[in-house]
């Protein structure tokens, strides 16, 4: 509480500071110190910086705003390679001897007014430069992340660093040598920070990104996902989180000198405020398990009212929990559905371009055809091994889903398709093989496993849940190729923990209830086919029995036609109609 009360005292006064300037036509910073204002299209700002000391190198300073663009530039006019434009943006300044006071522009072209939090930071002459080998971005040193995303991933890129040098000096070559001595020898730090699930709040993303802006604040706050060489790619990606709200930043260390410099984070939604549909109110993202409906609900989300779709969704999956044994036909259709469903719109979306509504629709017949066959299949041939093959696999996808949804998902060695999809697929067919002893157990562990995983994901659009991307990650994987170099990272918080115990609950709570009720009775329905076929036999053969003497189902459907059509005719008078004759 004491943290949060400090936080708003010096926002407070950060506000004042930069309003009581602003009346002069300019805004003025302190170095390391968090300033907000507010930024108008009419009114352009300069900003000051007085005051640097001696022994400071170069400079950082850095502006961010939620999703409104916010320039920031050398010059007063704005020229090709001296300015920036976005919602994450900064300059280097390197300093010249003797100099003690910087000047930067600060303008928008939004039409509303855009809240900015802006602050400078110094570096020595020993700190590596963030983007002082720039040779792809417009800026001759270049210290942002630029990030792009979609929605299967969320890439960041940056430029190298090069390394620090004293005021006057001329920068070390960027690329003469790559020894112990030239900037190939420093190493790039990729952090990540979630922002509180379900928070997209303005306030709340100023406030964060100010711990992820100095080096010491970052590496206490964010979780460090991976170590970039000099010699590697300066670009990582990660999978995508509609909805949540995700800080990047990178920090240079050079390990000769052993110091550090941070690049200007970065924020995304993945989604974005401005859309229609699709917008980060109500983000396209999974909710609903089996994997096909959960694009069925995409597609209806904005349409149909999402809750109440959601909460029907919930009550079938604890039907599916507590008693899918009992329903026996039932489940195997659900089964079927997801079964040839999923297959179905892999194989269409890599290999046709048809447009998405067309894919759900097509999708779906395939569903119903795969939940029909699979009834029909027992109902005539009595196929229990089948019908329990298809019910341990798509347990077994299950599992192996929430095996990759670990840290076990971001080892290198599944970053190849074969090795992952191989390894998966071991893993989904183990299931199977180690119940086949005992089917019945088995279709009980899947009823109450899937159906409580249907109910847990249909909250996740009352209260936002990372345990969505469990099965999610696995098909955007079959879906795109270049998905299988992203970091999976999701965020696990408080409304994640709740979740979890409540999964575990209701699948616990649906295991102990089908056991204890089954209990005595035959594992599985008889054979539909047989008995249909010896009740008829034992109708044609006992001449006692009522449904003996039913007639034909072809003379009953004529006398039920015939009923229908003399309820329409018009009565016909009866007696003589001629005339009496006074």
Known sequence: MWRLLVLGVLRAAGTAEAQANSSDGFLEFSVGKFTYFLLSRPFPQEAILRHISSNVTFLIFQ????????????????????????????????????????????????????????????????????????????????????????????????????????????????????????RWRLQYD?????????????????????????????????????????????????????????????????????????????????????????????????????????????????????????????????????????????????????????????????????????????????????????????????????????????LGFLVSSGIFFTPLGNLNVFRDDGVFWVTFSCIALFIPVIFMGCLRILNILACAVMGSYSVVLAVDSYVFTSLSYITLNILRRALNTGFRGAFLREPFQTNDFIVLAVWGMLAVSGITLQIRRERGRPPFPPHPYKLWKQERERRVTNILDPSHHIPPLRDRLYGQLSQIREFFQKAQPAGERTPLLL
């Not at 434009?85 to 509303?112: A, H, S």
């Open 190 to 394: 990729v952090y990540q920070y979630f922002l509180p699930e379900g928070d997209l709040t303005e306030a709340s993303l100023l406030q964060h990104l100010q711990r992820m802006v100095q080096v010491p604040q970052v590496k206490a706050s964010a979780v460090k996902v991976v170590t970039v060489t000099g010699d590697d790619k300066t670009t990582v990606s990660f999978s995508s989180l509609p909805g949540q709200g995700v800080i990047y930043n990178v920090i240079v260390w050079d390990p000769f000198l052993n110091t550090s410099a941070a690049y200007v984070p970065v924020h995304t939604y993945a989604c974005s405020f401005e859309s229609v549909d699709g917008n980060c109110v109500s983000p396209v993202h999974a909710c609903i398990c089996p994997l096909i409906v959960i694009y069925i609900f995409m597609y209806f989300q904005g349409r149909l009212p999402t809750k109440m779709f959601s909460t029907v969704f919930a009550l079938l999956g604890l039907f599916i929990c507590f008693f899918g044994h009992r329903f026996w036909k039932t489940e195997l259709f659900f089964i079927g559905f997801i079964f040839l469903g999923f297959f179905f719109y892999i194989l269409i979306t890599r290999l046709t371009s048809l447009q998405y509504d067309v894919r759900l629709v097509l999708t779906a017949v395939a569903g119903s055809m795969g939940g029909i066959l699979l009834v029909a299949s027992w109902w005539r041939f009595g196929a229990l091994m089948l019908c329990m093959l298809c019910v341990g696999l798509v």
């Open 63 to 182: 502006v961010h705003s939620q999703y409104q663009n916010t320039t920031v530039s050398f010059t007063k006019a704005l020229l090709p390679g001296t300015s920036e434009t976005g919602n994450d943006r900064g300059l280097v300044f390197i300093l010249r001897p003797e100099q003690t006071m910087c000047t930067w522009y600060l303008e928008t072209k939004e039409d509303k007014p855009v809240q900015n939090v802006a602050i400078p930071l110094s570096y020595s002459e020993r700190d590596p430069i963030p983007g002082g080998c720039n040779l792809e971005f417009d800026l001759d040193i270049d210290p942002n992340i630029y990030l792009d995303y979609n929605f299967f991933e969320t890439t960041i890129k940056f430029a190298p660093a090069n390394l620090g040098y004293a005021r006057g000096a001329e920068p070390p070559p960027c690329d003469v040598g790559t020894g112990q001595e030239s």
